[in-house]
């Protein structure tokens, strides 16, 4: 390709993807009418054919497409006649041109009773193989649902067939691999089912009651800690006293406070989300024009119960979100993205709002709407500072506000991890009452997968993590960290194998711990058990076979923590050996044990030791011979059998996404965003560098390090490095064998002296 026509076609493609047609008309035209690249003028020429589709000016649409019908190209010659054919056909009227908003639509969602509609115009699912895919789109935010890839046949690459509004087709998955789109099966409904066997909610309601009183918990030690701490500063200050009221115990007025937040979390939360993230009330009509389904199944499910309808919300933000919040039923909020409504089919934004009726009938949103209220103003408070840190250029005086933020960060980290468990455990419910409240799980399938792509475009767009994926991010039915590589990866790598790690590692459920989200594949494979259970095909099919991961590398994987039972055998054995010494009056060592704390150093020791065992394995020497690139990245994503511990050498190249300023200095939000899809680096500032990490975020970077596979793939940086030469080190061996030392000598220290 010529060098002048790229950047070009790049930019063309760009504004195509991101809606900006006059632009892309602009860029593309040019291209198309060179005769010296034939590759470009093709890529060129399907995408104007979009372009001015949108635009209005379907003649020129229509000549262009009886020009790529005489392309050499059979796949093409294929898109072509299937635009031809939608561009000459009479329009339909507005409303149903609503309706069918989505292009390569294999027939019309079902109603709630379970009938299916299929339209006129549309082949049904027995008009075609049981085993092909049909492509869907949302056209009003292409980039969620159809990303760029790379192709890998004889026309690279051609731009996302961005859908023309109400385009109906289905193509093979060949052909979707070739234009760069998501396929999708599009599974039936259930026309009859019979009701699931009752779930038991007894782990559910404890897990509730656990969470809150984590909360409490928590919340109590934080504010024990800052009052205390500001007392003795009282006291070391001259002319200044301690003030008596802080000397109190917060216990019970801290528990009557939380009690009645429950109570206005609703009303409050109404405030903090319009006057935060815009949030406005969503009227019912507004909500049938992307969705009848939807309506039909809030109407029936508030009836059957007699609840009033919950109110509804919309946030006007693209990415794709979905929370529920209320103290009781009657009062119950479900909040809704514009990104979602315009991402999602009808009959899936029916079912992802009854899996939030699924929350309402369990009554976990109730606890979780506690925990949002909570951290909402805190995270706020993180902004803020971080904001108030970006302002101040004299870094004497920004390293201060950098800890403040820092802080407050971690503050709001251990206040949502006291959730984590009860935001996985609640998912599986909810999708089982909303599968069982359509008939319809399938449908649940793509919706999961669609937000996981819509929320990954969202990163890429926003080149980093938005406030509200994060502040939000444990009521939302995925989360923003799962979907950085799933979202991202499918046109090099079918769900099904990308899923396999989540379904048939043995492993798989020990690295979650610190995980917002179940897994996805263990999450789809369960609703996929949900319509073979109504003998319905199922929208993806997983192997059945578990892989086989050696024990060995498990207990080398978890050795740190095995260390800390290893260490309480330890200090059993010690007190043992003490009374017998004791008793034999050989040695008398209770002056340093009769207090106990010795268990705590032998607890150290033994995780120091556990650390230890494992940096050979975990950071092992990065050789250029079995170094991974790029194009190895599927392979690793879709290896079952990997764990952490498999460290892969890998150097790729891609562009470093992540927020800038303070509110990165930890390097919680860095992303890679390679040629295959989006992955998330783990980085570790090393003070003394010349060059931070934050000064690369936007550039394009090589990164060298190793892949882990785990729950969130990621990559544990050993360096970033620039095309102009600038190298960034991340010291993670140096800093795992920092912690075992400092381990092992404060447990030493607890050990000797009591």
Not at 204 to 224: H, M, Q, V, Y
Not at 605 to 612: K, L, N, P
């Amino acid at each position: 390709m010529p060098s002048h026509a790229k950047p070009s076609l790049e930019a063309g493609l760009v504004a195509l993807k991101q809606g900006n047609y006059q632009t892309a008309i602009a860029q593309l035209e040019p291209i198309a009418s060179i005769q010296s690249n034939a590759t470009a003028s093709l890529q060129a020429q399907v995408g104007l054919v979009m372009a001015y589709a949108r635009t209005g000016e379907v003649p020129k649409a229509i000549a262009i497409s009886q020009n790529l019908i005489k392309s050499n190209n059979p796949q093409v010659q294929e898109w072509a006649t299937r635009a031809l054919e939608h561009l000459t056909k009479r329009k339909k009227p507005e409303q149903e041109s609503k309706k069918i908003e989505t292009g390569f639509v294999a027939f019309e969602n079902s109603t709630p009773d379970s009938t299916p509609v299929t339209s006129p115009e549309t082949p049904t699912l027995e008009e075609k193989p049981n085993n092909d895919r049909v492509i869907e789109t949302k056209s009003d935010d292409i980039p969620a649902m159809v990303p760029l890839a790379k192709l890998k046949a004889t026309l690279a690459p051609l731009p996302p067939p961005t859908p023309l509004s109400g385009f109906m087709g289905s193509v093979t998955r060949t052909q979707a691999k070739l234009f760069g789109v998501i396929y999708w099966r599009q599974a039936q409904r259930a026309r009859a089912w019979q009701p699931l066997r009752k779930p038991k909610l007894i782990p559910l309601r404890l897990l509730s009651a656990g969470t809150f009183i984590a909360l409490f918990w928590t919340i109590r030690e934080i504010l024990k800690l800052a009052l205390g701490l500001i007392n003795q500063t009282l006291v070391k200050l001259p002319y200044l006293e301690p003030i008596q009221l802080l000397y109190y115990d917060p216990t019970r007025l801290l528990l009557i406070v939380l009690v009645i937040l429950i109570a206005v979390s609703p009303w409050l939360l109404d405030l903090l989300l319009a006057n935060l993230y815009g949030q406005r009330e969503f009227p019912k009509d507004v909500l049938n024009t992307h969705s009848r389904e939807a309506v039909r199944v809030l109407q029936r499910c508030c009836q059957q119960r007699h609840w009033p309808l919950p109110k509804l919300r919309i946030l006007p933000t693209a990415a794709p979100i979905l929370l529920t919040y209320g103290s009781l039923p009657r009062n119950a909020r479900i909040v809704v993205s514009q990104g979602l409504l315009e991402q999602l089919a009808d009959d899936e934004i029916a079912i992802i709002y009854a899996t939030q009726l699924g929350h309402i009938a369990h009554w976990d949103f109730a606890v979780m709407s506690l925990l949002l209220l909570v951290t909402l103003p805190i995270h706020q408070l993180y902004q803020q500072v971080s904001k108030l840190g970006d302002k101040i250029s004299a870094k004497i005086w920004r390293w201060p506000v950098t800890i403040l933020a820092s802080l407050i960060y971690g503050i709001w980290c251990l206040l949502t991890g006291t959730t984590l468990w009860l935001s996985r455990l609640r998912l599986y419910y909810s999708d089982r009452i909303a599968a069982e409240i359509t008939g319809n799980p399938n449908a649940l399938i793509r919706a999961l997968l669609k937000i996981a792509i819509g929320i990954a475009s969202d990163i890429q767009k926003q080149e980093h993590t938005s406030w509200q994926l994060e502040s939000l991010n444990l009521l939302t039915p995925v989360s923003y960290q799962q979907s950085l590589s799933l979202g991202t990866i499918a046109s090099n790598l079918s769900f099904e194998s990308f899923l396999k790690w989540d379904t048939a590692n043995p492993y798989r459920r020990w690295f979650t711990i610190n995980n917002s989200h179940p897994l996805m594949g263990d999450r789809l494979e369960r609703l996929c058990q949900i319509a073979r259970h109504w003998h319905l095909d199922t929208e993806l099919h997983f192997a059945s076979v578990p892989s086989k991961v050696k024990r060995q590398s498990f207990l080398l994987q978890v050795a740190p923590w095995l260390g800390i039972p290893l260490g309480v055998l330890f200090a059993a054995f010690v007190w043992l050996t003490w009374q017998l010494a004791f008793t034999l009056k050989f040695l008398n060592l209770k002056w340093i044990y009769e207090d106990w704390s010795f268990i705590t150093g032998c607890l150290l020791i033994g995780f120091s030791i556990g650390t230890v065992m494992r940096i050979n394995s975990f950071f092992p020497d990065i050789k250029p011979a079995t170094i991974q690139t790029d194009d190895s990245l599927p392979n690793l994503l879709a290896d079952p059998s990997a764990l952490p511990i498999d460290s892969v050498s890998v150097r790729l190249v891609g562009k470093l996404l992540g927020r800038q300023g303070t509110s990165n200095s930890l390097a919680q939000d860095l992303i890679l965003q390679s040629s295959v899809g989006l992955v998330k680096l783990h980085h570790i500032s090393w003070l003394g560098q010349s060059v931070n990490h934050q000064e690369l975020i936007g550039r394009q970077i090589i990164v060298t390090g190793w892949f882990r596979r785990g729950a969130t793939p990621w990559i544990d940086i050993q360096t970033l490095e620039t095309q102009s030469g600038k190298t960034i080190h991340s010291p993670h061996p140096i800093w795992s064998i920092f912690l075992a030392v400092a381990a092992q000598a404060w447990g030493a220290y607890i050990f000797l002296t009591g």
